[in-house]
């Protein structure tokens, strides 16, 4: 499968986020990039590597599977592998928008083509939201891993073995007692699994959330559900609804960043990260994972 991606896009850079994954469920080596999605109740092996010239990348796309994969199948691959990596993202509107911010106009430069990846699932984005609750990010990955490791399906591809994250009926048919197996406090366990039934017994669609506008309505409609707060709501829209306004402010790491790059690095309040966040404009969401991903690749400016 050939992907065309709308310019600017850097793959390598984009990809750079999962070079630390685990290598049974997703990750980004030796310029290729794997994971296991599940279309039409099939688990295949989505394989990307880049190709092309910088006036035309293109995803080349290997797909692995046990079970016969159909035109109407491919085409829900393309859809997936476009959600994962926002490929039909207009990078150049954001850049406009924030010129007039001298630090993210640079950053940008230095940074041209990041897209911010999107999970295949919003219930996958608002499950990591809820774990990454007020603990590390190194040990709230450590705990997501074993979820999807414990309730996810397995596809075995050339005697290896890989996972795919699980559906919210596997959760739901877990116990409290089974998901704090995994690290999970009390609470996060009973918050996941809830969440879980209500989308297994048809009450709760998150999908739908995607076409909302208005994103201080989602997370009005959010934080109606027990274990969801303003800070989840908002890392869930933007990791899981393409909802680039989005900007989990209160966040300490994003406030340290933000300090960091803003502020000299001393220590600023939520209400004064949101502040700065206004130069942003509607790509609150997207500037701030530049700032983290300048961060992360030690950019100076």
Same mark, same amino acid.
């Given at each position: ?41 099939? #688990?295949?092996?989505?394989?990307? /590597? ?22 109407? $199948?491919? /085409? !829900? ?22 010129? !007039? ?12 083509? #990041? ?18 609750? %007020? ?13 999807? &490791?414990?309730?996810? $399906? ?15 009926? &596997? ?12 690290? #999970?406090?009390? !609470? ?16 709760? $669609? ?36 393409? &909802? ?7 966040? #300490? ?24 966040? %206004?130069?942003?404009? /509607? ?19």
């Amino acid at each position: 499968m050939t992907i065309k991606a709308v310019l600017p896009f850097d793959f390598e850079l984009s990809a750079s986020i999962f070079s630390e994954g685990d290598k049974q469920i997703r990750r980004y080596e030796n310029g290729k990039f794997y994971q296991v999605i599940r279309i039409n109740n099939k #688990l295949v092996l989505i394989s990307a /590597k880049s190709s092309g010239s910088r006036d035309e990348i293109k995803l080349l796309v290997d797909l692995e599977s046990n079970e016969e994969i159909s035109n109407r $199948d491919r /085409k !829900k691959i393309r859809e997936v592998i476009y959600t994962i990596f926002n490929l039909e993202l207009d990078l150049e509107k954001f850049y406009q928008d924030v010129k !007039k911010d001298k630090i993210m106009s640079m950053l940008t430069q230095k940074l041209r083509g #990041l897209k911010i990846p999107t999970t295949p699932t919003v219930f996958e984005a608002l499950v990591d939201s809820i774990i990454e609750q %007020q603990i590390s990010l190194r040990v709230a990955h450590s705990l997501e891993r074993k979820v999807t &490791k414990t309730f996810g $399906d397995i596809l075995k591809v050339d005697d290896q073995v890989y996972y795919v994250f699980p559906t919210p009926q &596997k959760i739901a048919s877990a116990t409290v007692e089974q998901l704090r197996e995994c690290g #999970l406090s009390y !609470k996060k366990a009973e918050y996941i699994r809830d969440i879980a039934k209500m989308i297994a017994e048809g009450t709760l $669609d998150l999908e739908k959330f995607k076409d909302y506008e208005n994103i201080d309505e989602i997370i009005n409609d959010l934080s109606k559900i027990r274990g969801i707060g303003v800070w989840t709501a908002e890392l869930t829209m933007l990791r899981g609804m393409q &909802k680039f306004e989005a900007i989990p402010a209160d966040d #300490l790491g994003l406030r340290r960043v933000i300090s960091h790059y803003y502020c000299n690095d001393r220590k600023i309040s939520g209400e004064e990260a949101r502040r700065i966040a %206004q130069n942003w404009g /509607k790509w609150k969401g997207l500037a701030a994972f530049y700032l983290i991903t300048a961060e992360r690749l030690k950019i100076e400016i």
